[in-house]
């Protein structure tokens, strides 16, 4: 059984194509996330998932049973999908106690496990006015899932979060997943909360399905250059570049540029099978050094975890031949 179908949804909004013939399934607990440039209509796909925008064509399907958009139901939305937008709101000058009280489904054992999970107990007996903006996501998120929903959609949950409210947010969300038995599907521009997050991964570009697989293929393989600037810096050899780097590692040339991401470039100890280059610069980024190699053709970025070179120095630069791709 299909636990979720998208199948063919196309959106118009005043005029404009927002989504272009998006179809995909997820399965039931599979972590799912949706990545993409501003405007790419990522935010719309959720939504309509959600059952909270129509699609003007395409359907879909969430444990077999059609998700019927606003335009057919007089409260949009379906019981079974949770949807947390960032613009967020809860009641103003209540306590929390009494914001999860309301629409809560489940029995006080099953709410204090809950309230734990979305580490929220704490603040309870607060006033929402009284909360941090992460604290404020956090309540508003519990109080999604007293409603027992079986998929949780979120839209950039951890956009306008500081480093610690963001990295309890990512906690919150793990254990949401794997304690909870709860399907979750988000947006995020950050590579760094997808890659190590998701089991699988969307790109959408203007509203088109770009590429759809794990992060790993996604990171190591992107079908074009778009994706590859989503999910981290790389290299763009030029022609000459490319051609020497194809001769000297057995690449199959394929009439197109090479992109190699930085860690994917070794310095070696010699020049055999290796392109020689002198050190432009070095930066240091705290948990690696970025080195520029100006090369006869190209000048590129190596990330390094030790540095024992000065600006001047000749190196060797190698490169395996499945780390480098052509677009």
Not at 30 to 51: C, F, N, P, R, V
Not at 297 to 321: C, Q
């Amino acid at each position: 059984m299909s636990f979720l179908e998208v199948a063919g949804i196309r959106v118009e909004e005043a005029g404009k194509t927002v989504l272009h013939d998006i179809s995909f399934t997820q399965k039931e607990f599979q972590k799912t996330a949706i990545a993409g440039e501003t405007g790419s209509g990522k935010s719309t796909l959720l939504k309509t998932i959600a059952g909270l925008v129509e699609p003007t064509a395409g359907k879909v399907f969430f444990e077999e049973e059609e998700v019927i958009g606003p335009a057919e139901k007089l409260v949009p939305g379906h019981p079974g999908i949770a949807y947390l937008s960032q613009h967020f709101e809860l009641p103003h000058s209540l306590r929390v106690e009494q914001v999860l009280r309301y629409a809560n489904a489940l029995t006080s054992e099953e709410a204090g496990f809950l309230y734990d999970i979305c580490r929220v107990t704490h603040l309870l007996p607060r006033k929402t006015n009284q909360l941090s903006g992460g604290e404020r996501q956090r309540i508003a998120l519990a109080r999604l899932l007293s409603t027992a929903p079986s998929l949780l959609l979120l839209d950039e949950p951890y956009s306008n979060l500081d480093t610690a409210h963001k990295s309890i947010l990512k906690d919150v969300v793990r254990d949401i997943s794997e304690e909870m038995d709860i399907t979750c599907t988000l947006i995020s521009h950050d590579p760094h909360d997808t890659l190590s997050w998701a089991d699988e991964i969307l790109v959408l570009k203007d509203g088109q399905l770009q590429q759809q697989g794990t992060p790993e293929q996604i990171y190591r393989q992107p079908v074009n250059e778009y994706t590859a600037a989503l999910f981290g810096s790389y290299n763009r050899l030029t022609t000459a570049g490319t051609r020497a780097f194809s001769d000297v590692f057995g690449i199959k040339p394929t009439g197109k540029n090479m992109l190699v991401r930085p860690e994917s470039f070794k310095l070696a100890a010699n020049g055999n099978k290796a392109l020689a280059g002198k050190v432009k610069r070095i930066g240091y980024f705290g948990s690696f050094y970025e080195v520029e190699v100006q090369l006869p053709d190209d000048l590129v970025k190596i990330k390094a975890t030790e540095n024992h070179l000065t600006t001047g120095d000749t190196v060797f630069i190698t490169l395996s031949p499945e780390d480098a791709w052509q677009v």
